[in-house]
């Protein structure tokens, strides 16, 4: 009879303490939180400082105001006074852990951290409630008021003017696409001309060549033709005045003869000097389609100066 009181009794010492240490662990102490949404916490999610798992929640219990969230942490573990939780995503599929910002110069023991400490992941009906906090001043009759006048203005001929509106800018639309193909098709041709002006700047250029020397040739001539036209003036001054009295009775007819030559030397000259500005400009013309493409002579005729009498380099 005595043994089975003493195989009882240490029965129940031991069953006592394996409930204890399943209870109360030894080197874990216990940490309350609480708060006002516990769907995204479940019992044996882990809870963690800085990153390292220190424990594991234990418990829920609800209140009648709040949620008692009850968590086992490692002794070593220290959790100020003004600690706060954080409840974060674990992974992108799903899974929440208890994050503890550990802060405070003196330990928490088992003091509560209070729901203002406690912060929970993303919820919805929390996001609704405070959004109407943000549009309850908003005074509606303002709103509503535009709206009708919206509506009004889209009713009656108001409709076809829109629909008038809209088929002038699909038709504006419609005419730059046109005009942006007539555009490439300007600089396909122009890209052919070029290509064309690049097979034949050969001969471009041997045609400016002969256009210099003809300016060239008719300039030097033209001041030939002005320098002999003065010595001609001079030499009929002279001639005229001392023959001048054995020709008195044909002096005006031959006086007149002389001065048709001198305006037909004169018409000569003058024509001669719009035709060399003429060739210039051609020549001008022809070079800048060759200094567009880099192919410009040399060396022309008109580079060079001869002199002549009365007209120094």
Request: glycine share 8%; net charge neutral; aromatic share 6%.
């Amino acid at each position: 009879m005595f043994w089975g009181v003493a195989a009882m009794a240490l029965l129940t010492v031991v069953a006592t303490v394996a409930a204890l240490m399943y209870v109360s662990p030894p080197g874990r102490r216990t940490m309350v939180f609480y708060t006002n949404d516990a769907s995204a916490v479940r019992s044996g999610d882990s809870v963690r400082i800085a990153g390292i798992t220190v424990g594991k929640v234990e418990s829920l219990a609800i209140e009648p105001d709040r949620v008692r969230v009850r968590a086992k942490i490692e002794n070593d573990a220290f959790v100020g006074d003004q600690s706060q939780v954080q409840v974060r995503m674990l992974t992108v599929v799903g899974g929440y852990y208890v994050n503890v910002v550990s802060l405070g110069d003196k330990s928490l023991g088992d003091t509560p951290i209070p729901l203002d400490r406690v912060t929970m992941p993303y919820n919805l009906m929390q996001t609704l409630a405070d959004s109407t906090k943000i549009t309850q001043n908003v005074d509606p009759r303002p709103i509503k008021e535009s709206l009708d006048r919206l509506q009004q203005g889209l009713n009656g001929t108001n409709v076809e003017a829109l629909t008038a509106v809209i088929e002038a800018g699909n038709a504006l639309t419609g005419t730059i696409d046109r005009q942006r193909g007539q555009i490439s098709q300007i600089l396909d041709l122009s890209d052919e001309y070029i290509a064309a002006m690049a097979g034949y700047k050969d001969k471009l250029r041997e045609l400016i060549s002969k256009i210099s020397i003809i300016e060239q040739t008719l300039e030097v001539y033209g001041k030939g033709f002005a320098g002999a036209l003065r010595g001609m003036g001079d030499i009929s001054d002279a001639f005229l005045v001392p023959f001048g009295e054995f020709w008195v009775n044909h002096r005006e007819e031959f006086i007149q003869k002389v001065k048709d030559w001198q305006e037909q030397v004169r018409r000569w000259a003058d024509n001669n000097s719009r035709i060399v500005p003429r060739l210039r400009r051609v020549r001008d013309k022809l070079e800048r389609v060759l200094d567009a493409q880099n192919a410009r002579p040399e060396l022309l005729a008109t580079d060079l100066c001869i002199p002549m009498p009365g007209s120094p380099c």
